[in-house]
T-cell receptor, first 114, second 109 residues
């Protein structure tokens, strides 16, 4: 069964450093998403991406965040200057079509900012 | 914006018993309600979903009910098994998904 894959599974970084989280969505999916989950809290929407551009973003997704689809398979989330409060589990997700709305999640990247 | 509340936060049942998890939502425009199961070390996996034009949907031991008037929906798992132990998330969506806080279900053999 096709799945969304994320790397790395764990990332430890120093405050102020840049991190890039990587995702390979399901190959025929057209919509891509990043969510995050701070320990003990809700899964929160960050950004959606379609046709090589951001289609929606939340208040969390400020200028420190950016997304990119550098090639036909990868989808990345970059945090330019990490803060302690960026520590969370980051999930990538993809869906075939917006109206389909069935989201398929990766297993996540646990980001720890020290 | 939408606000999804989920109860209980933890639930323990004996193997073979039923488990019920309830969610409420605030935005009447939400029209899609998926349920996700998250096992340790894995991402959320869609287990069942329901759209606003349907009141109930069943898939083997799992069922979801939706009451649009009351703005609540529930997940029902019958004949629970130890492998059902996981964290379950509900969500409500119109154009964007809003998740509940999750329910940690433990099925005791």
């Amino acid at each position: 069964e096709p799945e969304v894959t994320q790397t790395p599974s764990h990332q430890v970084t120093q405050m102020g450093q840049e991190v890039i989280l990587r995702c390979v969505p399901i190959s025929n999916h057209l919509y891509f998403y990043w969510y995050r989950q701070i320990l003990g809290q809700k899964v929160e929407f960050l950004v959606s991406f379609y046709n090589n551009e951001i289609s929606e973003k939340s208040e969390i997704f400020d200028d420190q965040f950016s997304v990119e689809r550098p090639d036909g398979s990868n989808f990345t989330l970059k945090i330019r200057s990490t803060k302690l409060e960026d520590s969370a589990m980051y999930f990538c997700a993809s869906s075939l079509a917006r109206r389909d709305e069935k989201l398929f999640f990766g297993s996540g990247t646990q980001l720890s900012v020290l | 914006g939408e606000n999804v509340e989920q109860h209980p936060s933890t639930l323990s049942v004996q193997e073979g018993d039923s488990a019920v998890i309830k969610c409420t939502y605030s935005d009447s425009a939400s029209n899609y309600f998926p349920w996700y199961k998250q096992e340790l070390g894995k991402g959320p996996q869609l287990i069942i979903d329901i759209r606003s034009n349907v009141g109930e949907k069943k898939d083997q031991r799992i069922a979801v009910t939706l009451n649009k008037t009351a703005k609540h929906f529930s997940l029902h798992i019958t004949e629970t098994q130890p492998e059902d132990s996981a964290v379950y998330f509900c969500a409500a969506s119109q154009n964007q998904f809003y998740f509940g806080t999750g329910t940690s279900l433990t099925v005791i053999p």
